[in-house]
């Protein structure tokens, strides 16, 4: 099976970022009939730790992982880069970025707020599924939310003007509560089926 960890907007977050996509280039392209891609909302998720291809056996060890990575995802105070996170982490969706070049360009949007908070969370999460010898991405961590995957239907120039907007774009504020064990069903319209969730 194929798993990652996710962290979702709330409602109004979500809201908020659909009426702005519908204003960007990419969303009057897709309104028109244009097939740019786009994430559907109800897909639209921040990863906090892509794991990839597990064998159906060994969901109760990546479980128990999560179990602890939930518990401890706080850094200790005193160490060398630790934060103080007091409380729920609160984020907002804000700021644009690219991946790719064109035409495997992907447009996505940023978070604002208690980043460090999703930094810590992310790392406690990829140190206990390596305990349990799950390797998980080596690249640094770049929470965003991935909205449009324009291919040629859009030009470079056009994506390129969205990302700038979405460089203006702050969305509401929202408390991150919980963490969630998601399978990818991948294919032309992936599916993703929630497994399991951890408070934070």
């Known amino acids: 099976m194929r798993l990652f960890v996710a962290i979702y907007p709330s409602p109004e977050a979500l809201a908020d970022l659909t009426g702005e996509l519908a204003r960007l280039r990419v969303g009057t392209a897709h309104a028109s009939g244009v097939d740019v891609r786009l994430t559907p909302p109800d897909k639209l998720h921040l990863t906090v730790v892509f794991i990839g291809e597990v064998a159906d056996t060994r969901l109760s060890e990546v479980r128990s992982a999560l179990d602890r990575a939930a518990r401890t995802w706080r850094p200790p105070l005193g160490t060398d880069g630790s934060v103080e996170i007091v409380g729920v982490p609160r984020l907002s969706l804000g700021g644009g970025g690219l991946f790719g070049v064109a035409p495997d360009t992907v447009l996505w949007v940023g978070v604002r707020g208690d980043v460090d908070a999703l930094h810590a969370v992310s790392l406690a999460t990829r140190r206990e599924l390596a305990t349990i010898g799950l390797p998980s991405d080596p690249r640094p961590y770049v929470p965003h939310l991935t909205l449009?995957?324009?291919?040629r239907r859009v030009s470079p120039?056009?994506?390129?003007?969205d990302r700038a907007v979405l460089d203006g774009y702050l969305g509401p504020t929202w408390p991150v509560t919980e963490m969630v064990l998601v399978r990818s069903h991948p294919g032309p319209r992936p599916v993703y089926e929630r497994l399991a969730a951890w408070s934070l």
């Open 148 to 151: 449009a995957r324009p291919g």
């Open 157 to 161: 120039e056009a994506v390129e003007a």
